[in-house]
C-alpha cells in the first residue's frame, strides 16, 4: 500500500513540474523569439522601455520555470534525493523570497499614494536631464504614456530644480509635449507652444491617473494569480519532501 502510493506521488510530482517545464519552454520561446525576430517585431518591441523590460521578465521566468521543472521532472523519476533536495530547496527559496516581497510591498504601500510621487517629483525633477535616473525615468513614463506630471502639468510649477534650470521659462519639460505618434522617436506637434503651456499642444493628464488606469483591470488577476502559484510551490514543497522520506 505504502509502495503504491509512493508510486502514484511520484507520478502526480512528474506530470505536475512537466506542466512546469512546458510553460518554462514556452516562455523562453516567445522571449528569445521576439528579440531575433527578423521580421521587425523586435523594432517595435525596442521601442518601447516598458515593452523591453517585459520581454526580458519573460526570459528570466522561463529560465526559472525551466530549470525548475527539470529539476522536478528527473528528482521524481530517477527517485534522486539530491535533486528533489535542491528543488526543495529552490522553491523554498523562491516561496520566502515571494512571502518576502508581499509583506514589503504591504508595509511600504503608503509609499505609492499620489502625494508621495507628488513630493518626490516636484523635489527631484531636473528636466531633459538623462544623466539623472530620476529624471530620465519620469521623461521616459510621461512619453511613454502620454501624460504629464503626477496630477498635471501644474506639478512643474512647483518643481524646483526644474524652474531653477530652466530660469522660469518653460512652463513643462519636453516630456510633456504631445508627439506623433506619441514615442520617444514621435515628431514634437509644436515644441515651442508645449513648453509655453499651451493646453493644445501638450499632455493634460496626470501619470498617476493613466498608470493606474492601465493596470487597473490587471491587479485582482495578478493578486489571484500570486495566491494561486503560492499554492503551488507551497504543494510542490510537500510533494517533493513526501517523496523524498518515502525512498529508501
Known amino acids: 500500500m505504502e509502495g503504491d502510493c509512493l508510486s502514484c506521488m511520484k507520478y502526480l510530482m512528474f506530470v505536475f513540474n512537466f506542466f512546469i517545464f512546458l510553460g518554462g519552454a514556452c516562455l523562453l520561446g516567445i522571449g528569445i ?135 522660469d521659462s518653460d512652463e513643462v519639460p519636453e516630456a510633456c509635449c504631445r508627439r506623433e505618434p506619441q514615442t520617444r522617436d514621435g515628431v514634437l506637434l509644436s515644441r515651442e507652444d508645449c513648453l509655453l503651456g499651451r493646453d493644445l499642444f501638450l499632455n493634460k493628464q496626470g501619470c498617476y491617473t493613466v498608470i493606474l488606469n492601465a493596470f487597473e483591470t490587471y491587479v485582482y488577476l495578478a493578486g489571484a494569480l500570486a495566491i494561486g502559484v503560492l499554492a503551488i510551490e507551497l504543494f510542490a514543497m510537500i510533494f517533493a519532501m513526501c517523496l523524498f522520506r518515502g525512498i529508501q
Not at 73 to 81: F, P, S, T
Open 33 to 167: 523569439w521576439v528579440m531575433v525576430d527578423p521580421t521587425g517585431f523586435r523594432e517595435i518591441v525596442a521601442a518601447n522601455p516598458l515593452l523591453i523590460t517585459g520581454v526580458y521578465i519573460l526570459l528570466a521566468m522561463g529560465g526559472l520555470l525551466f530549470l525548475l521543472g527539470f529539476l522536478g521532472c528527473c528528482g521524481a523519476i530517477r527517485e534522486n534525493k539530491c535533486l528533489l533536495l535542491f528543488f526543495f530547496l529552490f522553491i523554498l527559496i523562491i516561496f520566502l523570497a515571494e512571502l518576502s516581497a508581499a509583506i514589503l510591498a504591504f508595509i511600504f504601500r503608503e509609499n505609492l499614494t499620489r502625494e508621495f510621487f507628488t513630493k518626490e517629483l516636484t523635489k527631484h525633477y531636473q528636466g531633459n536631464n538623462d544623466t539623472d535616473v530620476f529624471s530620465a525615468t519620469w521623461n521616459s513614463v510621461m512619453i511613454t504614456f502620454g501624460c504629464c506630471g503626477v496630477n498635471g502639468p501644474e506639478d512643474f510649477k512647483f518643481a524646483s530644480i526644474f524652474r531653477l534650470l530652466t530660469l
